[in-house]
């Protein structure tokens, strides 16, 4: 048993362990059993105020050491994940967050790849100059950081959201203080510990276990936060959203999705499905970008439904240290249930069921497909984030793309075809932040600009998108002829 478990664990501030200031404790439950991992200390407004104090200090010290010393920090953070992060994480991220082997090990490869590519990021901030009409003037732009970034993450890839969330900013100078999911406080702050171990001053980063009402809301509404990263659900980008423009800082918003697959006429439907299931049932559909709508072209539809029923009923579910497993629990009781309520709302409006449908045991539900959902069931409207997807069929390209723009999300999409033309066709005019052509729409890359458009949030994370969101411009000009 991990040395995280069966322990208190205290809120992370400027490099102590401290409780709460109400000595609030709050249980983490493994979602493999439902049963208590551990008690984490619940912060409230008083250890806000307390973290964004330290990280103001953490921000001088930070911010002012070269971009050398500050690229080490995070090449040594990511070599100590790369040699370390099994050893340490594989264990946690699996018990804290319901994890397979396959699904944790991908997440703390990725998280040492941020780690790099956040480091090259440092020497790259580069600023500009601009021509300006009086010859005895120059106009150059710098980009500085925001200040203090308040980093509030999500439950399903805590390790390397949290890290995308929080290195880049740091790349750019500035410090942060995380609010992690309340389902996975533990990883966040094994996290932090390794950076302050990597040699980030212990101020530039705390960590706040805790709820979003009692401890999101202050820190995000706390006067002295310059800047926002969440990840998170629509409904939470929405508040944060809100109470980002009441104080007029920047928010970048990465949130729910609800992303279309097209399977066109020309593909072999075998090969389709293999992809649209692995885009769709990755960590049980508990991925932002996972493909929950699958549109496919009417002459391959039957072959297609056949051949992703197959392969569906296929996948080995539940027992997450079996390395075949392709996905264990869903985090808790309410994400179970809200399956149950999409699938049920579906049914009953005339889609039918083409496989699952039931918990197999625990919070491990089987991979379900749905053929059919009218278009204003919550199955078709609303984000599920577990193993529930629709299957619809388009008569040609321009009503599949039709299909793919009739959500409010615009995260992200696959087009599965060889013909380039549609490929591109449809790239160009769907309405997301990616797509994805030949591939399913879960994709990743440390230097893509992730994001997306309507519910599914603002701005865009990865590489230099992420330091350009968390530096400010500067305009500065000088009058070489002295002062007029
Ligand atoms: P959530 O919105 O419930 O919680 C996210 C974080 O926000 C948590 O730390 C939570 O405590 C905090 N929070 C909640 N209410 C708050 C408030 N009023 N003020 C401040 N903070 C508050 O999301 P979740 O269930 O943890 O994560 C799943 C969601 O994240 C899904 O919608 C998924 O699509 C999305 N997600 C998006 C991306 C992306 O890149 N776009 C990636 C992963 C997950």
Not at 83 to 97: F, P, Q, T
Not at 428 to 439: C, E, K, L, Q, Y
Request: charged residues 20%; aromatic residues 6%; contains cysteine.
């Amino acid at each position: 048993m991990s040395e995280y478990f069966q322990r208190r664990h205290g809120l992370y501030i400027g490099g102590e362990e401290r409780s709460a200031a109400s000595d609030s404790w709050f249980e983490v439950l493994s979602p493999l059993d439902e049963q208590p991992l551990a008690a984490v200390a619940s912060a409230g407004e008083e250890d806000v105020a307390l973290a964004v104090a330290a990280a103001e200090r953490g921000l001088q010290t930070w911010s002012a050491l070269a971009p050398k010393v500050r690229e080490a920090v995070l090449l040594r953070a990511a070599q100590i994940m790369e040699a370390e992060g099994e050893a340490r994480y594989l264990e946690l991220l699996i018990r804290e967050s319901g994890s397979t082997i396959g699904k944790a090990k991908f997440e703390i490869n990725y998280t040492v790849d941020l780690l790099r590519t956040a480091a090259g990021e440092v020497r790259r901030l580069y600023g500009d100059t601009f021509p300006n009409d009086r010859p005895d003037r120059l106009s150059m732009v710098f980009r500085e950081p925001l200040g203090v970034v308040a980093v509030v993450s999500p439950y399903n890839a805590p390790l390397a959201l949290l890290c995308k969330m929080a290195a880049f900013p740091l790349a750019a100078g500035n410090s942060v203080v995380v609010k992690p999911s309340e389902e996975t406080p533990i990883i966040a702050l094994a996290f932090a510990r390794l950076l302050v171990e990597a040699g980030l001053p212990a101020e530039a980063i705390s960590v706040l276990p805790g709820f979003g009402a009692e401890c999101g809301a202050p820190l995000v509404n706390h006067p002295r936060v310059d800047g926002i990263a969440l990840t998170g659900s629509t409904q939470t980008g929405k508040l944060i959203g809100a109470a980002a423009m009441q104080r007029m800082v920047p928010a970048q918003l990465e949130l729910g999705g609800k992303s279309a697959l097209l399977v066109l006429r020309d593909v072999d439907p075998e090969r389709a499905a293999a992809i649209a299931v692995a885009g769709m049932f990755n960590h049980g559909g508990q991925i932002c970008m996972a493909n929950s709508r699958i549109v496919v072209e009417e002459p391959i539809y039957d072959a297609f439904c056949a051949a992703i029923k197959r392969e569906t009923e296929a996948l080995k579910i539940g027992d997450v240290f079996d390395s075949d497993c392709a996905y264990g629990p869903l985090i808790n009781r309410r994400a179970v249930e809200k399956i149950q309520q999409h699938q049920a709302d579906a049914l009953a409006q005339g889609a039918s069921l083409l496989c699952g449908g039931r918990v197999r045991s625990g919070l491990v539900y089987e991979p379900t497909l749905l053929l059919d959902p009218p278009r204003d069931a919550s199955i078709w409207r609303e984000e599920s984030f577990g193993p529930l997807a629709s299957i619809v069929r388009a008569a040609d390209l321009d009503e599949a793309i039709a299909l793919a723009n009739d959500s409010q999300y615009g995260l992200s999409a696959g087009v599965l075809t060889h013909n380039v033309q549609w490929g591109f066709s449809a790239a160009r005019r769907i309405n997301a932040g990616a797509v994805h052509i030949g591939m399913h729409s879960f994709q990743s890359n440390a230097l893509a600009p992730v994001g997306g458009s309507g519910y599914s949030g603002v701005g865009r994370s990865g590489g230099k998108f992420s330091t350009e969101e968390f530096t400010e411009l500067k305009w500065v000009s000088v009058e070489l002829d002295g002062m007029l």
